[in-house]
Nanobody, 114 residues
Framework: QVQLVESGGGLVQPGGSLRLSCAAS????????MGWYRQAPGKERELVAT??????NYADSAKGRFTISRDNAKNTVYLQMNSLKPEDTAVYYC?????????WGQGTQVTVSS
């Protein structure tokens, strides 16, 4: 069982920035895929970004504004979010996938509003 603890969410004005962190109790290594997903009220959960040891992938809505990174030594993945928009408001979830096992964090709320 892998536990994921997200942090860094909050209220920010449009155009502002936030950095989300996800600390995993499990190993983050070359075969671990980490990702950030989000779910807005009344909408389905959607991909924001994923990262492996060799590549990153972003949703179109995140390209150019968000950056995903990971620190294997700290078993932590980050999501730097810049130029935030009201439509980025959602609960953001961390996802951990390794050897066919998938785990989700509890989510952290991000609200973009003036």
């Amino acid at each position: 069982q892998v536990q994921l603890v997200e942090s860094g969410g909050g209220l920010v004005q449009p155009g502002g920035s936030l950095r989300l962190s996800c600390a995993a109790s499990g190993i983050i290594d070359s075969i671990t895929v980490m990702g950030w997903y989000r779910q807005a009220p009344g909408k389905e959960r959607e991909l924001v970004a994923t990262i492996t040891s060799i590549s990153t992938n972003y949703a179109d809505s995140a390209k150019g504004r968000f950056t995903i990174s990971r620190d294997n030594a700290k078993n932590t993945v980050y999501l730097q979010m810049n130029s935030l928009k009201p439509e980025d408001t959602a609960v953001y979830y961390c996802r951990y996938s390794r050897v066919g096992h998938v785990y989700w964090g509890q989510g952290t709320q991000v609200t973009v509003s003036s």
